[in-house]
Each structure stands twice: as C-alpha cells, then as structure tokens.
C-alpha cells in the first residue's frame, strides 16, 4: 500500500512563506511525476506544479516567481517553497504523484495525499 502524506500547511499573513511536505512511504519501486494541486470550496481543483522524475517543472501563471517545487528522491518526499503568499492562495493543497509499486507493473498508478489547509490572511 502506497500512502502520501502532506504537512506543513497553516495560517499566514500576506506576504509570507509557507513550505509544505509530500512523503511518500510504503510499496514503491519508482516515483515518476508529481505535482501540487490545490483547491477552494466549490471550484474544481487545479494544478499547482509539477515535477517530472528528471526535474523538470511547470507552473501555474499564478504561482510563477513565487512557488517553487522541488524533490528529494532519496526521501521520497517533494517540497513546495510558497513565497510571497497571496490571500487567493487561501486552498486546500494535495499532493499527487504517479507511481510504479513494482518492477514488473511498469505502469505507474496515480495517489492523492489527504490534503493540508493554507489560510492566508489579509
């Protein structure tokens, strides 16, 4: 069984930092991509950033120069650095990743953390 596990989710005033966690633990044999997403009540969730298993990244215009996403692969854990935060950050943030559990099912399936709440105040 796969598990992700978000933390470092809060409550902070504009203008600040925020870094929140991914871990990944339990049967894997390789994690290939993943991304932050984020939602607010009543819209549909979007896309935050995403990171390949080479480190490529994206971003949402959004977020562009104020988030960066990164990942410790030895850790099995992604990272994202929120600077500079914005009250329409105000979400909840999951963290997804698509992975491989072993070597002999090469396609990798796709896992959700519970999701981690970001507040941030005026």
């Known amino acids: 069984q796969v598990q992700l596990v978000e933390s470092g989710g809060g409550l902070v005033q504009a203008g600040g930092s925020l870094r929140l966690s991914c871990a990944a633990s339990?049967?894997?044999?390789?994690?290939?991509?993943m991304a932050w997403y984020r939602q607010v009540p009543g819209k549909q969730r979007e896309l935050v950033t995403a990171?390949?298993?080479?480190?490529?990244?994206n971003y949402a215009d959004s977020v562009k120069g104020r988030f960066t996403i990164s990942r410790d692969n030895a850790k099995k854990t992604m990272y994202l650095q929120m600077s500079s935060l914005k009250p329409e950050d105000t979400a909840v943030y999951y963290c997804?990743?698509?992975?491989?559990?072993?070597?002999?099912?090469?396609?990798?399936?796709?896992?959700w953390g519970q999701g981690t709440q970001v507040t941030v105040s005026s």
């Open positions: 990171i390949t298993g080479g480190a490529s990244t």
């Open positions: 997804n990743a698509a992975i491989v559990v072993a070597w002999y099912r090469p396609s990798p399936s796709d896992y």
């Open positions: 339990g049967s894997i044999f390789n994690i290939n991509s």
